[in-house]
């Protein structure tokens, strides 16, 4: 279904010096609590660990295999991690009509960046669709179209170049991902096999009911972001805003209203009856809240930023809380949340 990469390519190579595509990333040379918790990235080959995260050594030691990176980051390392990059859409029209030479310059220098041959997964990532910028190129149906179908093409055409080896979505709704597939079947073209959406315990529709769908239909599989919703989910702030925390920083104004608010505060209430039943398991309220997102099935890897070595391995822990949560805890938490999507369809059948 997929057009040949160049025959001399790194990726293809990499794969043929390696064994079989997609097992090659679950190989660690010493056993750990993450060994047994790999999943397929949707319906690809790819295996990658159930959790993702940017502090690379201490992360690969303890299992994980799947490092999430940006344009902008920086990294390194390589045999049998899975690296992910993020390419943005920028905001000015005339960039955008460039979308070829963009993700091809922008993947370029991003693998010159993190001293990569290739990437695993390269994402097109959009900007924030609540946010209205001049020259949006998704302001209009017609410009949308557009720019999906060359976004497909370019996206094939790294891939073909041997620059990635798969590509997936970063924001993009359920009709964008659609219609993606539909072009690259309609043209011969490449796929993406992944969306990267947030989710956490106060937003689910679109994981836990879109998705699902998507994936039954093309195999496009979830990676998540943020199961500590920028850390409200933490239990920092719930007393307020401490000084130093996020919040209380410049730039973040928008998350201390959203904290301070009357829906902040029921959620923040939501969350002390949520701390009940993290002491009850035995551990903390983060770790709940990511093995939470862990618990879906639909869910490929939750990707974590932790800011310090003692969070990253607390956030780790929380691979150990999963067995823990049986569905009468998981249907006790969704009494508490009140928030459960309603889906008409039951894949499961």
């Not at 918790?37 to 660990?49: C, E, P, W």
Request: glycine content about 6%; overall charge neutral.
């Amino acid at each position: 279904m997929y057009p040949e990469s160049n025959q001399d390519s790194p990726a293809r190579l990499s794969h043929k010096q390696h064994a079989s595509p997609g097992m090659i990333y679950s190989h660690f040379s010493q056993p750990n609590m993450f060994s047994f918790f790999d999943r397929n990235l949707g319906k690809s080959g790819l295996r990658v660990s159930c959790l993702g995260l940017e502090i690379m050594t201490l992360a690969y030691e303890n299992g994980i295999n799947l490092f999430d990176t940006a344009e902008v980051y920086a990294a390194g390392k390589r045999s049998t991690l899975v690296i992910t990059t993020k390419i943005f859409w920028g905001g000015n029209i005339t960039v955008i009509l460039m979308v070829f030479a963009l993700y091809n310059a922008g993947l370029r220098a991003s693998l010159d960046r993190l001293q990569l041959e290739y990437v695993d997964v390269v994402f097109a990532n959009r900007p924030d669709p609540n946010t209205p910028m001049e020259g949006d190129p998704f302001h209009t149906s017609k410009s949308k179209t557009f720019i999906i179908e060359e976004t497909v093409r370019a996206m094939t055409h790294v891939i073909n170049q041997g620059m990635a080896m798969y590509w997936g979505t970063s924001r993009w709704s359920s009709m964008e991902i659609m219609e993606a597939y539909s072009v690259a079947r309609q043209f011969n073209l490449i796929p993406p096999i992944c969306e990267q959406a947030e989710y956490h315990m106060f937003q689910r529709e679109k994981v836990e009911v879109q998705l699902p769908e998507l994936f039954h239909k093309i195999g496009v599989g979830a990676m998540t972001w943020s199961p500590l919703a920028c850390g409200i989910i933490s239990g920092k702030y719930d007393s307020g805003v401490p000084p130093y925390s996020r919040a209380s920083l410049k730039g973040y104004q928008w998350m201390k209203d959203k904290i301070l608010s009357e829906e902040g505060r029921r959620q923040q209430a939501k969350l002390k009856e949520l701390q009940a039943i993290a002491e009850r398991l035995g551990c903390t309220l983060p770790q709940l809240a990511i093995a939470w997102c862990l618990r879906n099935e639909g869910v490929s890897s939750v990707l974590l930023g932790a800011s310090s070595t003692d969070q990253l391995m607390e956030n780790l822990a929380a691979i150990q809380v999963l067995p823990k949560l049986s569905s009468s805890i998981v249907h006790e938490m969704d009494s508490i949340l009140g928030n459960k999507p309603y889906s008409k369809k039951d894949y499961r059948s």
